[in-house]
Nanobody, 115 residues
Framework: QVQLVESGGGLVQPGGSLRLSCAAPGFTFSAYNMAWYRQAPGKERELVATITSGGGTDYADSVKGRFTISRDNAKFTMYLQMNSLKTDDTAVYYC?????????WGMGTQVTVSS
């Protein structure tokens, strides 16, 4: 059973930084395209950033220049470095892995940006 486990969420002031991690032990991690999604209260889940198995990245316009997605295949881990956080970034952040017909989700980690 594949498990994706997010960590690193928490409470941070506007302008602050957090780094999220998504661990995927026992998973053919390097072959999967990975992504971060988020869901704010009362809103639909939205795509934040993607990283392909080859390392190509893409970002939602709302986070470009502030967030950086990366992966360490040797550690079976994906990261999301979030800088210059805004109150609008408050959400539950989810890790996603996808390859062919297979898709997996983590349980999410809460990020709250508030003064």
């Amino acid at each position: 059973q594949v498990q994706l486990v997010e960590s690193g969420g928490g409470l941070v002031q506007p302008g602050g930084s957090l780094r999220l991690s998504c661990a995927a032990p026992g998973f053919t991690f390097s072959a999967y395209n990975m992504a971060w999604y988020r869901q704010a209260p009362g809103k639909e889940r939205e795509l934040v950033a993607t990283i392909t198995s080859g390392g190509g990245t893409d970002y939602a316009d709302s986070v470009k220049g502030r967030f950086t997605i990366s992966r360490d295949n040797a550690k079976f881990t994906m990261y999301l470095q979030m800088n210059s956080l805004k109150t609008d970034d408050t959400a539950v952040y989810y890790c996603n892995g996808r390859r062919l017909r297979f898709e997996y989700w983590g349980m999410g980690t809460q990020v709250t940006v508030s003064s």
